[in-house]
T-cell receptor
Framework: GENVEQHPSTLSVQEGDSAVIKCTYSDSASNYFPWYKQELGKRPQLIIDIRSNVGEKKDQRIAVTLNKTAKHFSLHITETQPEDSAVYFCAASPHYTSGTYKYIFGTGTRLKVLA | DGGITQSPKYLFRKEGQNVTLSCEQNLNHDAMYWYRQDPGQGLRLIYYSQIVNDFQKGDIAEGYSVSREKKESFPLTVTSAQKNPTAFYLC????????????????FGPGTRLTVL
């Protein structure tokens, strides 16, 4: 079945360094790729997303890149800060013509930013 | 995501009891979803509904039931058949877009933490 692999499962970086989280999806019909940040005990919050007709999107210190051919997409966080510490989830969503709006979530990456 | 509410925030269940978790949204979203999250784990889909009076099983539907009688409400019942229900339950909703590149961002509620006594 469809799945999304996410790596690494944990990531520790020094404050000010960059962090990169990578996801690979299997369903070629996927056309929407959101990233969520979840702090301990809280709800997942959307931080950035990308559609399949775009290769890269940036929002201040956060960027997402998409390689449709390789079925890879990545989250890049620059100049990391302690408040970036959280669990990050990627997801892939199929085109609506497949008849479903289900997300396939990655397993999450626990990011620790060390002060 | 401020338009999605879940109640209660904490819920305790005794063995053999059915309990119902509430999820309400005022975003006029068509689709609603229930996920289960275990400590240190990802999100697993329990049930989802793309339209009123219709819903589909997700990956871990056994021991759960839902209803979708109103667009804004999607309650989840955890039945006694669910043997290990202790978890964090998240409800989400999304709008249907039927353009060429449908943007169906899911927005999450604050969650309900269920504990079995």
């Amino acid at each position: 079945g469809e799945n999304v692999e996410q790596h690494p499962s944990t990531l520790s970086v020094q404050e000010g360094d960059s962090a990169v989280i990578k996801c690979t999806y299997s369903d070629s019909a996927s056309n929407y790729f959101p990233w969520y940040k979840q702090e301990l005990g809280k709800r997942p919050q959307l931080i950035i997303d990308i559609r399949s007709n775009v290769g890269e999107k940036k929002d201040q210190r956060i960027a997402v890149t998409l390689n449709k051919t390789a079925k890879h997409f990545s989250l890049h966080i620059t100049e990391t800060q302690p408040e970036d510490s959280a669990v990050y989830f990627c997801a892939a969503s199929p085109h609506y013509t497949s008849g479903t709006y289900k997300y396939i979530f990655g397993t999450g990456t626990r990011l620790k930013v060390l002060a | 995501d401020g338009g999605i509410t879940q109640s209660p925030k904490y819920l305790f269940r005794k063995e053999g009891q059915n309990v119902t978790l509430s999820c309400e949204q005022n975003l006029n979203h068509d689709a609603m979803y229930w996920y289960r999250q275990d400590p240190g784990q990802g999100l697993r889909l329990i049930y989802y509904s793309q339209i009123v009076n219709d819903f589909q099983k997700g990956d871990i539907a056994e021991g759960y039931s839902v209803s979708r009688e109103k667009k804004e409400s999607f309650p989840l019942t955890v039945t006694s058949a669910q043997k290990n229900p202790t978890a964090f339950y998240l409800c989400a909703s999304s709008r249907h877009n039927q353009g060429a590149y449908s943007t169906d961002t899911q927005y999450f509620g604050p969650g309900t933490r269920l504990t079995v006594l």
